[in-house]
């Protein structure tokens, strides 16, 4: 199933930084809930890699609540943002966690979501009949690129671990 | 079940994260249980209940952690009773709205029997089964929807036995609500069960929540689940023909009966616990 299927519809303004605040809000709930796991399974370097990442997308929120000004975001995206079908652009897949994984994994994980959510603007812009809302959608569309880049540019800090990753000495094994 | 009409300010009024607690769940990373257990705090959040009106009640295994990571009210039960428990509770509390989480070893095998008896006595609670076809707290175990021939160490060779068909067993045994999920679609997820939720009787939903320890092999099945092709039907010789020849993956509602719940004769005269002890004294 496509990610953009079952997308809310963006008819004004204020739907639209609704559902920007509603997609970054989301972005947090889930790094927030890898972190967690990851911290259940001991893996303390993908701790703070996740929580970092959601610290990053909970600044993205909060600059969105500040760029619409008198709009109240918080309680629009409530109205708003929810995704029918599929899940919002920046919830990566829980499916995709291993109690094994490194930051390059986490990494491929967000550069997944940030190309959706460009992905998602940018059909905004395409389709948008109310110029201030395509004006608006466009400059989220130079943020989302940006941190496309930025998730490239952390991918050479981290680059793909050997085959070997998912080894562990001790293995959860079936009963014998 | 006109309580559970939503409303704009219920709508506004609940987020999914208002259902969750304070307690980390242990499942393994991966594990299609964690995209159940959103699947509940939206669907609960897109009905409007709020926490204190919604009972979760759960027998054992991996499934059954479920009512912990919730703070509506709950109970981890004895293995396999978990639909007894729930039974007693909406006949008594039929106010509540009351669903049970259950796994394929903990709802087909153990509590086998319960299940039967459920689906023909069409209480009006919600039944949700995570199906992974293996035992996975107890180390990967085969349990009754495990293939013939998935070889372990414990089972060489496979069991060689034919799974059960829980959806075939729910619909001859008179369940009034019958529809498959993937755990890895959470909203989708999410809106059948407000779907089973709100219909009348006892509504079973089976989710197919892949194992990623025992049962790595399930990642595949996001590439294997389709919508059902066709649209619900109340006819349960249409449904059992439509449900005993699909290939296991259709999602979607596949029989929506149109049986009256079962309801107590008699309303309890009092809920104070003094006096049932009072009435059931020998």
């Known amino acids: 199933m496509s990610k953009s299927a079952g997308a809310p519809k963006v008819s004004t303004l204020a739907d639209l930084f609704g559902i920007a605040y509603q997609i970054e809000i989301d972005a947090v709930e889930r790094y927030k809930m890898l972190a967690e796991q990851m911290e259940t399974h001991n893996n303390p370097e993908m701790v703070n890699v996740f929580r970092d990442l959601a610290r990053a997308e909970g600044i993205h929120a909060e600059e969105i609540r500040r760029q619409a000004g008198p709009i109240d ?52 812009v395409d389709t948008a009949k109310d110029p201030k809302v395509k004006q608006m959608a466009a400059e989220f569309v130079e943020e989302e690129a940006e941190h496309v880049n930025l998730v490239h540019r952390l991918l050479r800090k981290y680059p793909a671990p050997s085959e070997s990753w998912p080894h562990d000495p001790d293995p959860p094994i079936a009963q014998e | 079940m006109e309580e559970l009409r939503l409303t704009a300010d219920t709508q506004l009024a609940c987020k999914p994260g208002d259902y969750r607690s304070d307690v980390k769940p242990v499942w393994c990373p991966g594990c299609g249980d964690y995209h159940v257990l959103m699947a509940f705090t939206r669907a609960f959040a897109q009905l409007g209940v709020p926490p204190e009106q919604i009972a979760v009640i759960s027998g054992i295994g991996c499934s059954s952690r479920i009512p912990a990571y919730t703070n509506c009210y709950g109970f981890h039960g004895v293995h396999g009773r978990s639909l007894a428990l729930a039974a007693g509770l909406k006949v008594t509390r039929p106010d509540l709205t009351v669903v049970v989480a259950s796994g394929d070893g903990d709802g087909y095998s153990i509590g086998g029997n319960h299940f039967l008896h459920a ?47 829980p959806l075939v067993a729910a619909l001859a045994s008179g369940a009034n609500f019958i529809a498959r999920c993937f755990a890895g679609e ?74 009256r719940p079962y309801q107590p004769k008699f309303a309890p005269q009092s809920l104070d616990p003094s006096v049932l002890e009072q009435e059931f004294e020998i």
């Not at chain 1, 652009?89 to 490194?102: F, I, K, N, R, W």
């Not at chain 1, 994994?105 to 979501?113: C, D, E, F, K, T």
């Open chain 1, 73 to 124: 975001v918080v309680a629009h995206a409530l109205r708003v943002g929810r995704w029918s079908k599929g899940e919002s652009p920046e919830e990566v897949d829980l499916g995709a966690a291993h109690y094994m994984m490194t930051p390059w994994h986490a990494l491929q994980m967000a550069l997944v979501g940030e190309e959706r959510a460009l992905a998602f603007f940018t059909h905004i």
């Open chain 2, 119 to 165: 689906c023909r006595r069409n209480i009006d609670i919600t039944y949700v089964v995570m199906d992974n076809r293996v035992y996975g707290m107890t180390k990967g175990q085969p349990s009754p929807t495990t293939e013939p021939d998935f070889d372990t160490a414990i089972s060489p060779g496979g069991t060689g036995l034919s799974p059960f068909h």
């Open chain 2, 186 to 259: 959470p909203n989708e997820t999410a809106a059948m069960l407000v779907e089973a939720i709100r219909h009348p009787g006892f509504s079973f939903v089976e989710i197919l929540s892949p194992c990623v320890t025992y049962r790595p092999d399930q990642k595949q099945w996001k590439d294997l689940v389709h919508p059902a092709p066709v649209a619900p039907t109340n006819d349960p010789a249409k449904a059992a023909r439509r449900i005993m020849t699909d290939d296991g993956f259709n999602i979607g509602i596949l029989y929506r009966g149109e049986r």
